[in-house]
């Protein structure tokens, strides 16, 4: 009887291992298959242009991935695109503790800062971004906040930083002109013309004058740059 008991006691424990296991590999499967239908959605999604059924597609593979979901940069970008910058800043916060050193995220978190009005802390960000890139579009930002924060003595430093650096000749900074019209200007027409608002407020009107002169021989219809030179007159 004992012998029969211990049989029967071994054949359920073998029987319950195998169950265990052939769940798990019908739970696994499932899942992956979960997963590529959701990337042929979200690839559906992207081709026909629809944001909302590409974000709920997302969600759900992050769902299904997990915390370390790659997809998370995708939703961050998402939001990003469509000007959610709170939803954008916490994503990206997510993917920025997993990976730091994410330059794209880190970029988008001042960015989104920025435009919520955190600029404090959008200058934390934009500090550790350009340490990071040493990259001259990353520090005009980081010189564009300190200024607006009135730290114009580390806008000056920052500014005198990034004019050592090469220009990549990819960027270019929008002004608001009036309430109809924005200007395309050139990076390094952009950072000239930082350096002078700078200099005007140190007191430094010979810097501010030959930084506005540069400024326009970089790019001679920068309206902004041609007032404020005309204004030292």
């Known amino acids: 009887m004992n012998k029969f008991n211990i049989s029967m ?11 265990i296991v052939s769940f798990a590999g019908f739970s696994q499967n499932q899942t992956a ?17 629809d944001p909302s059924v590409a974000k709920s597609s997302i969600f759900r593979l992050i769902a299904l991935e997990g915390e370390n979901s790659t ?7 998402i939001y990003f695109s469509a000007r959610q910058y709170a939803p954008c800043f916490m994503i990206a916060n997510e993917v920025l503790q997993r990976d730091p050193k994410h330059l794209e995220m880190l970029e988008i978190k ?6 919520l009005g955190a600029f404090d802390k959008s200058l934390e960000v934009y500090e550790e971004l350009f340490k990071l890139s040493n990259n001259n579009f990353h520090g ?14 580390d806008a000056f430093k920052t500014i005198q930083e990034i004019e050592k650096l090469n220009d990549s000749g990819t960027y270019k900074v929008a002004f608001v002109i009036n309430q ?6 050139e990076l390094l027409a952009a950072i000239s013309y930082l350096k002078g608002i700078t200099a005007i407020e ?5 810097v501010a004058k030959a930084s506005f002169e540069k400024a326009l021989k970089i790019q001679s219809d920068f309206i902004l740059a041609k007032e404020k030179l005309e204004s030292l007159k």
């Open 9 to 19: 006691k071994n054949r359920i424990v073998a029987l319950s291992v195998i169950l």
């Open 33 to 49: 298959d979960d997963i590529s239908m959701e990337k042929q959605i979200l690839k559906s999604a992207k081709k026909i242009g």
């Open 71 to 77: 997809y998370k940069d995708s939703l961050a970008y």
């Open 110 to 115: 001042g960015i989104s800062l920025e435009a």
């Open 140 to 153: 005009y930002n980081l010189a564009k906040l300190q200024y607006s924060l009135k730290k114009y003595d």
């Open 180 to 185: 109809n019209h924005n200007q395309e200007i």
């Open 202 to 206: 140190l007191n430094k009107k010979d």
